[in-house]
């Protein structure tokens, strides 16, 4: 999914730099237009902060975050500007209309980022409800079309290799499956709707299943039959509410990564006989660092 | 057990850590009787190597007796007396079948942040970065081997350990620098670096055929055995111009081939040293290459450039425009140990080469971090040093 580069959060990414790039090279100036004591070290880092939002904004296809962290640098301004009023020093009217202006620019900011925010997530799930998830991986696997045929055409050996399938049990064209999902499993039937020997399988859920999925694998021999390259397509068609969300999950931010990480497993289970790991291996007293990320998803 | 652990910058400490076990079916536990220190290592105690993590096991140069063997281990029992190579290869995959080890495609479990830095994941290795697998490594009392039917190889009875150790490592490295070379009869090699690698750089290049070697360094002794042991003539980069002495020693034609065995640390002097040590730590680049810059200009026309020296991420101001216009080839990789143990083994066990000559400390595990601060600053004469995990032949310093 592309969305068009928001043409509001784009302008404030410029005014962002603009400001900040003045913030650094004059701000012995800028803190007399706005009226307030000079301190160009305070100055220059709020310029600093305004020019890696600048670039934030700009470099982000969708930037909402950044929108909101500009609204965040909004709101210190505002409260830099209110303990400037207190000064001495301080021409409280030059401040005022400072003042008034970035209150401006905040409310434009917060409209800017509530607004994409509402249309990114409408946009993700109208185009879920369209199409599903459809995700696909190619990868050179060491093993014959037929070898790998074999492997996969038990369905039950997918559980090896796919993180998220807790068990398959199959029975001719029919297989049952049972996924792991935040708080519990969910489980369907699925069949295979086509089934060429060394060559593709092509299956989807039965007619009524909770979860509509839809899968084909594709094994196409190697240069100088050596090998094979295994295409796969993996696609769900999740319903709304909660299942909705636990797909969303299941597939985390990047269904992608994860297509490539089962698919790089099913290579090691069927060219090795087994997935290397290092779970269980002895090392020494951990930093805190460490220690947090051992309970992390991908680290060994 | 006792293990070599990595705690920071210039920081490893020795801990008391729980035994490994079997954890997949090819694998085997050996009880470590020597293990070395590498000058890879030293990339990893200078911290130069990313997603390291406190308290890993360091080591990868290590040999031992198999204490036990996964259930799909078929060549292997108790009792054997084994080497194992650095890097971890599965034995099946397209390029471990074409003997390219190093290159694994199923060895390495986090292969996923070694193809986010480089494109394409090489092997796992022991002790060497979470990027390379996060594999506990061999400077500890036990180690597990993962695909323990394909990287160990025994070894017969009547020889030591000072003999075959570095067959895990240092010996294939040097004789596959030497082999990527290319070398006719009567080719001329210079060899920048005359630490363990370097070393037996020099030797391969005599059993490949060389006609002269060459070596680059400024450690005296160092010198001196590449002098003594491996018959090079010798050039200290502080005393004179390396380039005008290699153009005078082949007619101002170049050498034939060079070899880099300094890698990322080398030693940087003069105002383009500054500006490496510099970028390298504000981490702009992660290697200082003045050997390398000074291999590829010094290489004659159609000449090869061997790096078996390691490095990281990102070097500056390589002379492309050299490697180019004088049609060089670069020849590089961390080194298919696998495809070399056996006939080295053969070589070592018929006398032909005994590598146990490098060795110049032999110290109890509990002494690594006093070992790797005087590997690091070349002190104490130092060349190799082998680490005795249960302190039996821990001689101290080595006389030959
Ligand atoms: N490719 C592989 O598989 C592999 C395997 C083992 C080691 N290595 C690498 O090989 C390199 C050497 O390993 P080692 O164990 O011999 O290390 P080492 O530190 O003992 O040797 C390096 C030598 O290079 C010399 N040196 C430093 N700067 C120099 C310069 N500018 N010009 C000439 N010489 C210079 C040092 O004085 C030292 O003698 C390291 O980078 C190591 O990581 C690679
Ligand atoms: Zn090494
Ligand atoms: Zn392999």
Known sequence: MEFEHPRLAR??????????????????????????????????????????????LLARPRPVNWLWARVAGDVMDLALLGAAMRQQDTDRQKTLWASLA????????AFAAMRLGRSLKEGVEAAR??????????????RSPAECYRFWRRFD????????????????????????????????????????????????????????????????????????TVHVCLRYDPPGGALGAFFARLFGENPERQIREDMRHFKQVIETGEIPTTQGQPTGSRGLIGRTLAHGRHLS | MKATCWHGTNDVRVEDVPDPHILNPRDAIVRVTSTAICGSDLHLYDGYIPTMMKGDILGHEFMGEVVAVGSAVKNLKVGDRVVNPFPIACGNCFFCQEEQFSLCENSNPNAWMAEK?????????????????????GQAQFARIPYADVGPIKIPDGLSDEQVLFLSDVLPTGYMAAEACDIKPGHVVAVWGAGPVGLFAMLSAWLLGAGKVVAIDRVPERLQMAKE???????????????????EMTGGRG??????????????PGLLGAYDKVKQALRLETGRPPALRQAIRACRNGGTVSIPGVFGGLIDKVPMGAIVNKALTLKSGQTHVQRYMAPLLERIANGEIDPSFIITHELPLEAAPQAYEMFRDKKDDCVKVVLKPWGDGAVGKVVH
Not at chain 1, 102 to 109: C, E, R, Y
């Open chain 2, 117 to 137: 830095m480089w494109g394409h994941s090489p092997c796992g290795i022991f002790g060497y970065s979470h990027m390379l697998g996060g594999y506990a490594g």
């Open chain 1, 102 to 109: 970035v209150a401006g620019v905040t409310a434009l900011d």
């Open chain 2, 229 to 247: 042991k491996c018959g090079a003539e010798i050039l200290d980069y502080e005393q004179v111009d390396v380039l005008d002495a290699l153009a």
């Open chain 2, 255 to 268: 050498p034939d081939a060079c070899i880099e065995a300094v890698g990322m640390e080398a030693h940087a």
């Open chain 1, 129 to 142: 409800r369209e199409r599903g998830i459809p995700v696909e991986h190619s990868l050179a696997v060491n």
């Open chain 1, 11 to 56: 302008a404030l990414g410029w005014f962002s730099l603009g400001l900040g790039l003045t913030q650094l090279a004059v701000p012995r100036q800028l803190s007399r237009a706005i009226g307030v004591g000079e301190n160009p070290l305070l100055m220059r880092g709020l310029g600093l902060r305004e020019i890696g939002t600048g670039v934030g």
């Open chain 1, 157 to 228: 050996n997918l559980p090896r290799f796919m993180k998220h399938v807790e068990s398959i049990e199959c029975e001719g064209n029919r297989s049952h499956w049972v996924v792991r999902a935040p708080g519990g499993t969910v489980e369907w039937d699925a069949e295979i709707v086509e089934d060429r020997p060394d060559d593709r399988i092509r299956w989807r859920s039965v007619e009524g299943s909770d979860v509509e999925t839809y899968g084909w694998v594709r094994f196409e021999p190697g240069p100088q039959g050596r090998g094979c």
